[in-house]
């Protein structure tokens, strides 16, 4: 079992950055891959990164802008957000699963789910 709690997001301006945390409880961290997914108003869940041991995937939308990480030291995976756009306004969750091959860029590919955290973006 794996309990998972973001924080950072909050409300910035177009152009600024946030960082998320996602902090993880068990001694097994480094052996689940991370995601991150957000989840706008009116619109389904979307995939953001995700990471395993350190090989990272990106939605389109946010390649070059956002960066996954990770410290397994520290239980704690990371999101960093930069020149952000009304458009990345969402509700940011992270996720976690015991590693495996593929993409995983869907959301029921994902057993362990946070509570999620706020992140608004105005123009």
């Known amino acids: 079992q794996v309990q998972l709690v973001e924080s950072g997001g909050g409300l910035v301006q177009a152009g600024d950055s946030l960082r998320l945390s996602c902090a993880a409880s068990g001694r097994t961290f480094s052996t689940y891959v991370m995601g991150w997914f957000r989840q706008a108003p009116g619109k389904e869940r979307e995939f953001v990164a995700r990471?395993?041991?350190?090989?990272?995937v990106y939605a389109d939308s946010v390649k070059g802008r956002f960066t996954i990480s990770r410290d397994n030291t520290k239980n704690t995976m990371y999101l960093q957000m930069n020149s952000l756009k009304p458009a990345d306004t969402a509700v940011y969750y992270c996720?976690?699963?015991?590693?495996?091959?593929?993409?995983?860029?869907?959301?029921?590919?994902?057993?362990?789910w946070g509570q999620g955290t706020q992140v608004t973006v105005s123009s």
């Open positions: 990471i395993s041991w350190s090989a990272t």
């Open positions: 996720a976690a699963t015991p590693f495996r091959a593929g993409g995983l860029a869907r959301d029921y590919q994902y057993d362990y």
